[in-house]
């Protein structure tokens, strides 16, 4: 599971795995050995969880929450990523998909000011 996000959080950010690990000033025999299982270090995992500003217990798996709700840069993160893989779809079906999720977001707003009356 750990290294499972941790290479999502590599695509999130725009680095290799290797690329992330030298960042915090970890060798990438290091980086191979958590893709092999062995057990990552505590200061080794804090010091991701700063890199990527989500919490350690994200990384590990132990929550879906990568940080408090108030960190809107993960949300920011996940539009970079969302915008990239739309930019592979044809130009035809991009229209569809950029109305359907506008539509979405219409529905859900709507949705939040009925719940609030």
Aim: glycine share 6%; with cysteine.
């Amino acid at each position: 599971m750990f290294y499972d996000r941790f290479c999502h959080l590599c695509t999130l950010k725009g680095v290799s795995p290797s690329r992330a690990g030298l960042d915090i000033g970890v060798s990438k025999t290091s980086v191979n050995g958590w893709k092999n299982g062995r057990t990552i270090s505590s200061d080794n995992l804090q010091a991701l969880a700063e890199y990527f500003e989500v919490s350690v217990d994200y990384l590990l798996g132990n929550t879906d929450i990568k940080t408090p709700p108030d960190n809107k840069e993960a949300i920011d993160d996940e539009l970079i990523v969302l915008a990239r893989r739309v930019g592979e779809v044809p130009e035809e079906d991009r229209k569809r998909i950029y109305k359907t999720f506008e539509s979405t977001i219409d529905l859900y707003l709507e949705a939040i000011k009925k719940d609030k009356k």
